[in-house]
């Protein structure tokens, strides 16, 4: 049996967009939890969440393939390059068949299988986005992951709701 060694960190959380910022807010017992902010809430009983606020995916993705990739994707993307880089991994030096992804989602694209829901009931089914599965899909995070790095290991997901963390 081989060892797997956590080498690098990255995080993009309701504390921070950042393995620093989430540190130092769960060291400062800070919630991420709060009113909503990305709709309008009041139609609903509940009125919080803990939402990922602050968050520049162009920081880390070509605006034109951003556009492309639902909320949870860009978040997979983020974080894996700041876990490449806080490990220092130089994948020119690497066996990339040796590397795997293995990425978590609570759900999946959400954010685009509503969006998409919109435009087919205000616009009509041909206005669909052929783009829709693709997007929805919680697979397309690792498989994305592992071509923009050239990593050719094993590639797998999991979608387990709030056990998606343990079990990636």
Not at 40 to 63: C, L, M, N, Q
Request: glycine share 10%.
């Amino acid at each position: 049996m081989r060892r797997v060694v956590i080498t690098g960190l990255g995080a993009v959380t309701p504390l921070g967009n950042s393995v620093k910022e989430l540190w130092e807010g769960l060291l400062a017992g800070r919630s991420g939890v709060a009113r909503l902010s990305c709709f309008d809430p009041t139609r609903f009983s509940s009125w919080i969440a803990a939402e990922v606020k602050g968050f520049d995916p162009h920081r880390y993705i070509d605006p034109r393939e951003a556009k492309r990739m639902d909320r949870f994707v860009q978040f997979a993307m983020a974080a894996t390059q700041m876990a490449v880089e806080d490990a220092g991994l130089v994948f020119e030096r690497e066996d990339l068949e040796r590397i795997g992804v293995y990425i978590g989602s609570g759900i999946g694209g959400i954010a685009i299988m509503e969006a998409q829901k919109e435009v087919l009931m205000t616009k009509g089914p041909r206005r669909i986005s052929p783009f829709l599965i693709p997007m929805l899909i919680i697979n397309i995070a690792s498989g994305l992951v592992s071509i923009r790095y050239g990593l050719k290991g094993p590639n797998s997901s999991c979608v387990t709701a709030c056990a998606t963390g343990n079990h990636a």
